[in-house]
């Protein structure tokens, strides 16, 4: 087949209308109320299908979720062969075909790919599919199905899953056989990797306390559930949260987006000091930790204190193993807290670099280092290791009892971190390891520094998109004058920092802030906030203060 069969595209096409609305492939994907996505996830199945034929029919991943929005979203992300992100470029792709107004602009756009890509429409295209609990997604898989018949791909559909491992079985079906291979190419052989690495790397210690997990009532309730037989007794833990037979409590006052957002522990557990606590998000590729002081004040241990203890770990062992060639760097985001981008510069000594919001851009960024450990304050990150670092750490033997230790510890640390995207189980396992092996309960981890006090708020306005970011999202440059007008009111703030950027998964503008103490941060994020407000609700420029 070199050109698309019109007639079986227009009697597909005619299943999914388009509405009204533009649509944007955002940060993680297309994200919108579920009731709009219908002729979006049939068209994202079009282009998943170019995408596998593009490059020889390696499987392309479909994950159908809108992890950590209200349980009225969905979305849909696709995943590249080797289990990261949907190529940068391809995502213009996604929008173009989204917003085709007729058959014939579908058809016209479908060719014009076919012929700038040089896409071969006779090469086969596999893909797999995902979804987590949200009852939307079987009605958008289906959708998303007729989009590949559209072009004769080849589908298995996984049912649900977790966002990671939707990423990880993509990486292990297109690498099975070959040197690189990942694992096997299911849930199972997920959980039988994750679990051996954590077994190996815990062995001989001695067991932390349980662990209380909030699983946000979505999919990482079952599947942290199936996984618990997997890891025996090396490791306890309580789930609460875990009702996704009820909808509509999906991420509700739980979940990591709202203990970070919220500063404070979800519905459904009691805190109390002796507890070490964790959240996943709605799809569990999000993790916070967090506990209670003795003076009862809430403790967040965020993504970027993961950051640091991850950082911190892996130099100390590639130090003990004597293979302190290998280089750590970290990547963070706008979001970082400033306290601990000094502290990872200044007391771990390690390269930082910053880019805009999305692990996209972490990911790729962290694959510049020897060992790249990127997380984005919210929890979303993990650890990649470049081939010449796995290389030396599987060619090295040690010369010391202690070196050989070290060794079989960064090795099972290669295979407990999900590589492919961030993770809140494997994350979560990390971790724990961490704890472990050192004896450390989260105030002594808390320890390495200070968070500087901040708040992050969002802000409805009428048109987000008029909002445009430079230098990784903490300069506005439209609209015009916003920027000098946040910039006269930080000046006044002892250490005042604050940026706003427009989400690229809700229908929002962000507005960070930090200060010197809390309630210079909260009236800092007010004011802020309240330009941003006024600005666009009137569209008339701003409001003199
Ligand atoms: C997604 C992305 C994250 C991003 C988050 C919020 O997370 O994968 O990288 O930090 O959205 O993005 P924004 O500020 O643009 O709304 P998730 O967990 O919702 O898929």
Redesign the pocket.
């Known amino acids: 087949m070199a050109s698309v069969n019109v007639e079986n595209l227009s009697a597909l096409s005619a299943k999914h209308p388009k509405p009204a609305n533009t649509f944007t492939y955002?940060?993680?994907?297309f994200?919108m109320n579920a009731d709009l996505l219908d002729s979006v996830i049939f068209r994202t199945g079009i282009l998943a299908a170019l995408r596998s034929k593009k490059l020889d029919g390696k499987v392309i991943g479909c994950m159908i979720?809108?992890?950590?929005?209200p349980a009225a979203d969905n979305?849909v992300?696709l995943v590249d062969p080797m289990g990261e992100?949907l190529e940068g470029s391809w995502e213009a792709h996604a929008t173009a075909l989204s917003n085709a107004q007729s058959d014939e602009q579908l058809v016209d756009y479908i060719h014009s790919m076919v012929s700038s890509l040089k896409i071969d429409l006779t090469k086969p295209a596999n893909v797999i599919i995902g979804r987590d609990t949200r009852p939307s997604g079987v009605a958008l898989v289906n959708a998303f199905v007729d989009g590949l018949k559209v072009l004769d791909a080849k589908s298995t559909d996984y049912g649900i899953l977790t966002?990671p491992q939707l990423h990880y079985i993509t990486r292990c079906l297109n690498t099975a056989g070959t040197p690189e291979a990942y694992g096997e190419p299911s849930a199972e052989g997920y959980y039988k990797k994750l679990a051996a690495a954590f077994k190996t790397l815990v062995d001989g210690k001695t067991k932390l306390s349980p662990l209380t997990l909030d699983c946000a009532n979505g999919v990482g309730a079952p599947k942290f559930q199936e996984f618990l037989p997997y890891l025996g007794d090396s490791l306890s833990v309580k789930i609460v949260n875990d009702d996704i037979d009820n909808a509509s409590k999906l991420n509700l006052n739980s979940g990591?987006?709202y203990v970070k957002t919220g500063q404070r522990a979800p519905v459904g557990l009691k805190l109390t000091s002796q507890d070490r606590c964790a959240s996943f998000?709605?799809?569990a590729?999000?993790i916070v930790y967090y506990y209670q002081d003795e003076d009862s004040t809430f403790k967040l241990l965020d993504g970027d204190k993961i950051a640091g203890l991850a950082a911190m770990f892996i130099i100390d062992l590639v130090k003990a193993a004597g293979i302190d060639s290998i280089k750590v760097g970290v990547v963070q985001?706008a979001?970082a807290n400033g306290a601990s981008t000094q502290y990872l510069r200044n007391t771990l000594n390690v390269p930082v670099s910053c880019v805009p919001?999305?692990?996209?851009?972490?990911h790729h960024e962290a694959l510049k280092y020897d060992v790249g450990v990127y997380f984005?304050a919210?929890g979303?990150g993990t650890v990649v290791f470049s081939p010449s670092a796995l290389k030396t750490i599987y060619s090295a033997e040690g010369s010391s009892p202690a070196q050989a230790v070290a060794i079989r510890s960064l090795r099972a640390l290669s295979e407990v971190i999900n590589q492919t995207v961030?993770d809140a189980f494997s994350d979560l396992l990390l971790v724990e390891t961490i704890l472990t092996q050192r004896q450390w309960s989260p105030k002594v981890w808390d320890q390495a520094y200070t968070d500087l006090p901040n708040r992050l708020v969002k802000v409805v306005v009428q048109d987000r998109s008029i909002f445009k970011t430079v230098d990784a999202e903490r300069k506005l440059v439209e609209p015009a004058g916003l920027q000098d007008a946040i910039d006269a009111i930080v000046l006044k703030f002892r250490d005042g920092r604050s940026f706003v950027?427009?989400?690229?998964?809700?229908d929002?503008v962000?507005v960070y802030a930090e200060a010197a103490t809390r309630s210079e941060t909260d009236e800092l994020a007010h004011r802020i906030g309240g330009l941003v407000f006024d600005f666009n609700s009137q569209g008339s420029g701003l409001r003199p203060r």
């Not at 979720?65 to 929005?69: E, G, P």
């Not at 919001?357 to 972490?362: A, D, E, I």
């Open positions: 955002g940060t993680a994907g994200r979720t809108a992890s950590h929005n979305g992300k992100m966002t990591a987006d998000d709605g799809d590729d999000r985001t979001y919001t999305g692990v996209k851009h972490l984005e919210n979303h961030g950027r427009p989400s690229g998964t809700e929002v962000r």
